[in-house]
C-alpha cells in the first residue's frame, strides 16, 4: 500500500471514529435528557392529582378525572392511580382501569418515598403522599411520544450527518495527502533524473526550512559530497596515469637510442643498469599509487587492532634503511615510556608503518645529510612522533598543498626525485587512526612534521 493511500485511510479513519464518538455522546446525552425531564412531568402530574384529590375538598373523583383527562397538556397514555394503605385503589384517572401494581412494588414506594421505573416504553413515577386522611401510593405512567419521536428525528440527523462527513472526508483527505506528498513526488522525480554524468544537479529546496526541504538540502549536500569525490578520483586517475607514462617513455626512449646502433658491452651493461634503477623506481611508484587506493578502500573496512607504535617505526626504519644503506636515523627514546599500553595504539600497524617509512624517507632525501631525527613522545592520552630534518625546508604558501596527491614542492626540482603521493597517503593513515598532523617548516632550515596519534579508538 503506498503512503498516499495509507494517509487517505488514516485521516479518514480518525475523522470516522471522531465523528462516531461524538454522536454517540449526542445520542446518549440527549437521551438521558429526555427521560429524566419525562420522569419530572410524571412526578409533578402525580403530586397534583394527588394534591386535588386529597386535600381540595371541593374535588372529587368524578371532577378529577374529567379535569385529568382533559387538562392540557395530557400525557399519551397517561395513568394516575392512588392506592391507599391497604393497597386498595382509591382513584384511577382513567375509568375500569385493568392496570394493577404488585403489593410488593407499592411496599417499595412507602419505603423509598419516590422511585422511577419503566415498563417496555412506559415510564413509571411511583411517590408516597401523606396527608391527614392518611398514607398513599400515588403511581403515575404514560409514554413519552414526543420525546421519543424527537430522539428518533435526532438518530436520523447525527446518521446523516455521519454518512456525509465520512463521503467528504475521503476525498478530502485524498486531495490533503496528495497536496502534503506532492513535494516528494517533484524531488522523486528529480532525483530519478541524477547519474554519474550530472553530478552537478541540485534538487529544489523549497523554503528551505520545513522537513522535505531539510532533506532535499541534506541530499543535496551528499550530491556536492559524491560530486567532489568522483571529480577527486577523476583526477587521481589522469594524475596516476601521467606518472605511470612519463617513466615508461624515459625507459622507451633510452632502450630505443641504444638500439639506435652497435654498442659496446660496457654502454650496454649502463643502459641496463640505468633500466633497471628505473624499473626500481618505477615498482616504488605502482606500490605508492596501489597503497594510496588501497587506503581509500580500507576507509570503508578499516578494523582497529592494538598495536605498537614503537614497533611500526622500527619496522620502518628497517625497511628504509635496506633501501638506501646511506640514509642515518638518529631515534630519541628519551620521553619514551616503561608501559608498553602507554605505546600501544588501535590500530593498523602496517598501514602505520608506511606512513612513517614515507615521513623518514622524505627527511632524508630532502636533507644534504639524509638524517631523520625521530622521538617518541607520550602525553595527555596520545603519543607524538616527530619527524624531524635540516633539509631543504617547504616554503610557506605550500605548506597546506603538500598532501594534495601529485602535489611537489617548487623547491624540490633536482634535488630528489618523487611523485608526490607519499604525504597524501600518511595524511588518510594518520586521519584513519583519528590522529593529525602539525608541520613546523622554514626554507632552508629543515622541517618537522609532528604526528599525534590518541591512545582510544576514534570510534
Ligand atoms: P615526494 O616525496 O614523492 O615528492 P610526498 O608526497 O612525500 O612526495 O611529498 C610532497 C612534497 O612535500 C615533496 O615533494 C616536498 O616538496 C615536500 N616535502 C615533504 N617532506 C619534506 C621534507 N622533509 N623536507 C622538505 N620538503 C618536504
Known amino acids: 500500500m503506498n503512503i498516499l493511500t495509507k494517509l487517505t485511510l488514516r485521516f479518514s479513519a480518525i475523522v470516522a471514529s471522531i465523528l462516531t464518538l461524538f454522536s454517540i455522546a449526542i445520542f446518549v446525552f440527549s437521551a438521558s435528557f429526555r427521560s429524566g425531564e419525562f420522569y419530572d412531568r410524571l412526578e409533578s402530574r402525580a403530586m397534583t392529582t394527588a394534591r386535588l384529590l386529597l386535600t381540595v375538598q371541593e374535588v372529587d373523583k368524578a371532577l378529577l ?24 385503589l382509591d382513584y384511577s384517572s382513567v375509568e ?3 392496570k394493577s401494581y404488585p403489593p410488593e412494588l407499592l411496599e417499595r414506594v412507602r419505603r423509598e418515598g419516590k422511585i422511577l421505573f419503566k415498563i417496555g416504553d412506559i415510564e413509571q413515577v411511583g411517590l408516597m403522599y401523606r396527608d391527614a386522611e392518611g398514607e398513599f401510593v400515588v403511581m403515575a405512567s404514560a409514554y413519552d411520544r414526543f420525546g421519543r419521536r424527537k430522539l428518533k428525528n435526532l438518530r436520523m440527523i447525527l446518521l446523516i450527518g455521519w454518512l456525509v462527513g465520512i463521503g467528504i472526508t475521503v476525498p478530502a483527505g485524498l486531495v490533503f495527502a496528495k497536496q502534503g506528498l506532492a513535494p516528494l513526488a517533484k524531488m522523486n522525480n528529480q532525483v530519478a533524473n541524477i547519474n554519474a554524468g550530472n553530478l552537478d ?97 580500507e576507509n570503508q573496512r578499516f578494523r582497529f587492532k ?36 602507554a605505546l600501544t595504539i588501535p ?48 616554503p610557506l604558501d605550500e605548506q597546506e598543498k603538500i598532501y594534495n596527491a601529485f602535489h611537489r614542492a617548487a623547491n624540490v626540482q633536482g634535488v630528489a626525485k618523487g611523485h608526490g603521493i607519499g604525504l597524501s597517503l600518511c595524511q588518510k593513515i594518520v586521519h584513519l587512526h583519528g590522529g593529525e598532523i602539525q608541520l613546523k617548516s622554514a626554507p632552508g632550515k629543515g622541517s618537522v612534521f609532528i604526528v599525534r596519534l590518541p591512545l582510544q579508538s576514534p570510534n
Open 347 to 394: 590500530g593498523n600497524e602496517q598501514m602505520l608503518s608506511i606512513a612513517f617509512l614515507n615521513f623518514m624517507d622524505n627527511a632524508c632525501k630532502f636533507s644534504p645529510e639524509h638524517t631523520v631525527q625521530i622521538s617518541l613522545i607520550s602525553s595527555q592520552g596520545r603519543l607524538e612522533i616527530h619527524f624531524s630534518d635540516n633539509g631543504i625546508g617547504i
Open 306 to 341: 592494538p598495536c605498537r607504535v614503537d614497533e611500526a617505526l622500527f619496522t620502518a626504519q628497517e625497511e628504509l634503511a635496506k633501501l638506501h644503506p646511506n640514509y642515518h636515523f638518529q631515534m630519541d627514546y628519551a620521553a619514551l615510556p616503561d608501559d608498553e599500553e
Open 96 to 98: 375500569s382501569t385493568k
Open 201 to 297: 544537479r541540485r534538487l529544489d529546496e523549497g523554503n528551505r526550512t520545513d522537513e522535505i526541504a531539510r532533506l532535499a538540502m541534506n541530499f543535496n549536500q551528499m550530491l556536492l559530497r559524491l560530486e567532489t569525490a568522483f571529480e577527486m578520483q577523476q583526477s587521481f586517475v589522469a594524475n596516476a596515469s601521467h606518472e605511470l607514462r612519463t617513466p615508461l617513455a624515459v625507459m622507451r626512449s633510452q632502450l630505443q637510442v641504444t638500439l639506435s646502433k652497435e654498442r659496446t658491452a660496457g654502454e650496454y651493461r649502463a643502459t641496463l643498469q640505468s633500466l633497471l634503477d628505473d624499473t626500481d623506481a618505477f615498482a616504488r611508484l605502482t606500490t605508492g599509487l596501489l597503497q594510496l587506493a588501497q587506503s581509500n578502500v
Open 65 to 88: 378525572r374529567i379535569i385529568d383527562q382533559n387538562s392540557i397538556p395530557a400525557l399519551p397514555e397517561e395513568q394516575v392511580l392512588i392506592f391507599d394503605k391497604n393497597n386498595e
